[in-house]
């Protein structure tokens, strides 16, 4: 069994009545008290903490329950001594036995959801209820539910009163995953014949701006279609040496690059994309 959160406080009961009820639980408890006497030292919790505590039937049957009230007034409740009904499992039981667990912890009903399966596992869905499943008993409710099960540890910080791990919806829904850019080194960056093809028309067509006065108009011609034609098909060779997630868009690139004049524009943006992914 795990340690105790604190010092026992059982009620007025004797150390046998308050062992065979220890031994119950999954993990050591607060205290043990007697429907007799319901003698609880604890009171009221403060905001968003609460009580958990487990009821035991004389035919070993187990409801778990949370209240931020005194533990006492709830447990007269269900004993049908209360201004509020009991709980409707205990309708028609006797009860033997109020096992308070944890003391003001956070998140209570996460616990009281895991410590239900834990006794159902130990002593059958049938025989217990609590959280959740007071709602709805049908077979498979709890399948999303992690639990330490019996395994002698408790799944409570000794400490905190908090669970050991975070505390996992009664019905987890998959969610997907938010879309990640790709990351990349300059090593993943390779060189490529598609790369050297893309500069060259970038800087035929500067160069063929810049001496246009000095080349004739069929050397204009004929540089510019070169540097036209060269740049889509470097684009297209560069990013098929590459991984499979980059260049984003490559082939936006390639079809803008197929437009006169805008693709020497085209080239030097996707320059400059390709070589601020390797930084």
Not at 6 to 35: I, L, N
Not at 164 to 179: A, D, Q, R, Y
Request: proline share 6%.
């Amino acid at each position: 069994m795990g340690k105790s959160v604190q010092q026992h406080v059982d009620g007025d009961v004797t150390e046998v009545f308050a062992q065979k009820y220890r031994d119950m639980m999954p993990f050591e408890v607060v205290g043990v008290y007697s429907p007799e006497t319901l003698a609880c030292p604890f009171g009221s919790t403060n905001k968003n903490r609460d009580h958990l505590y487990t009821v035991v039937t004389t035919d070993d049957q187990f409801y778990v329950g949370i209240t931020g009230r005194e533990p006492t007034k709830r447990w007269r409740e269900h004993l049908g001594k209360g201004y509020y009904s009991g709980a409707e499992f205990l309708k028609d039981k006797k009860i033997a036995a109020f096992i308070l667990v944890r003391t003001r912890i956070r998140r209570a009903e996460d616990a009281e959801n895991r410590l239900t399966v834990a006794l159902k596992d130990e002593y059958g869905r049938k025989n217990v209820t609590g959280g959740e499943f007071v709602k709805d008993e049908h077979i498979g409710l709890a399948s999303g539910i992690r639990t330490d099960s019996m395994s002698g540890t408790s799944p409570f910080d000794s400490t905190t009163n908090k669970p050991e791990v975070e505390p996992i919806p009664l019905f987890p829904t998959e969610s997907k995953p938010k879309p990640t850019k790709p990351q990349f080194d300059k090593e993943d960056i390779k060189p490529t014949v598609g790369h050297k093809l893309v500069i060259g028309s970038v800087v035929l067509f500067i160069g063929t701006l810049i001496g246009y006065e000095q080349l004739s108009d069929t050397m204009v011609g004929y540089f510019a279609l070169i540097s036209w034609t060269v740049a889509p098909i470097g684009i297209y060779l560069d990013t098929r040496k590459q991984t499979d997630e980059w260049p984003i868009w490559w082939w936006a690139y390639a079809m803008f690059a197929w437009v006169p004049f805008l693709n020497v524009l085209v080239g030097i943006a996707y320059l400059s994309r390709r070589r601020n992914l390797g930084n």
